[in-house]
């Protein structure tokens, strides 16, 4: 089959690879769509230095139809339409025994770790695999990403009439605004730098947006709020500049959720009166757990999260070198790019 390979930061391409062998307690999927994320730029240009192997096929965002199925899995078949999760957990660790499954002590992940889905066949374990009924191709290819959203969302503790805000409306940050819009915010208040995401926040139920290249966010936001500040911050940006502005703008008893890695490796200086004074939590969130991949395909199903929307740019197998290039150089207001092999 044919599988998009990388041997090392710099040198990757299409190859012939032999097909995926099914486990007894796995699955064969025949991938029909995988998105590209940021992250999959970092494996291929060195930026990635943790839990990481050479050589390897990339991608952990995709969903495809079922070609085999071992004897030990009796919960999906040969032809059903899956969503994978994308960390192999072990279900024996104290995490896992949790439901914590993206916390596992002795996790593998697809694309970094294990062959991944920018190929034509991946082979997965069977516990890993939810039939995606009632989704499209294209929906059930970024419940993933969504379910990070659903996470950062999750761990911010909204209630009904919070004044919210996210930072960041790249496709983390537009699906965490729309889980955040479920729990009723009284105001939903997008930070960014470009129009085009900006606009598009707004289609998707900002009720406000700012964007710092064309005026003081913080200001802005104080505006907004009447001199209080925001009481749940959803920071999807994850860089200096952003963990500053979210600290500004922190409300008393206010909570800061952190999404995803910078990949900085710097530690973030806290204003500590301000800190103390406000007396604001900051709470990381990363992967998705399983219950939540659940949940978010529900979401996704009964119409309150929009993951079609964002969906920018289709591509194939073979034209990878263009589908990164897109994303590499945000072209052509580039939000999500999907592979179709």
Known sequence: MRAFVVNKPFDYGLKDVPMPVCAYDGVVVKVQAAAICHSDLDVLEGRRKHQVRFPNIIGHEFTGVISEVGEGVRHVKVGDQVVCECIIWCGTCRFCRQGLTSLCENFNELGTMEPGAFAEYIAVPGRLVHPAVGLTVEEA??????????????????????????????????????????????????????????????????????????????????????????????????????????????????????????????????????????????????????????????????????????????FGLDQMDEALAVMKNKRDEVIKVLIMP
């Open 141 to 314: 290819a970024l419940i993933e990403p969504a379910g990070n959203g659903c996470h950062a969302a999750e761990k911010a503790g909204i209630t009904t009439g919070d004044y919210v805000a996210v930072i960041g409306p790249g496709p983390i940050g537009l699906l965490a605004m729309q889980f955040a819009a479920s729990y009723n915010p009284g105001k939903l208040i997008i930070i960014g730098t470009r129009d085009s995401r900006l606009e598009r926040a707004k289609q998707l139920g900002a009720t406000h947006v700012i964007n710092i290249c064309k005026g003081d966010a913080v200001q802005n936001v104080m505006e907004l709020t009447g001199g209080k500040g925001v009481d749940r911050i959803i920071n999807c940006a994850t860089t200096d500049a952003s963990f500053e502005t979210a600290m500004a703008i922190a409300a008393k008893n206010s909570v800061i959720v952190m999404e995803g890695l910078s990949g900085s490796g710097k530690p973030v200086p806290i204003l500590m009166d301000d800190f103390i004074v406000k007396t604001f939590s900051i709470i990381p969130a990363t992967g998705v757990h399983t219950r939540q991949y659940l949940a978010t395909m529900e979401m996704v199903r009964s119409g309150k999260v929009n993951v079609s929307a964002l969906v920018t740019h289709r």
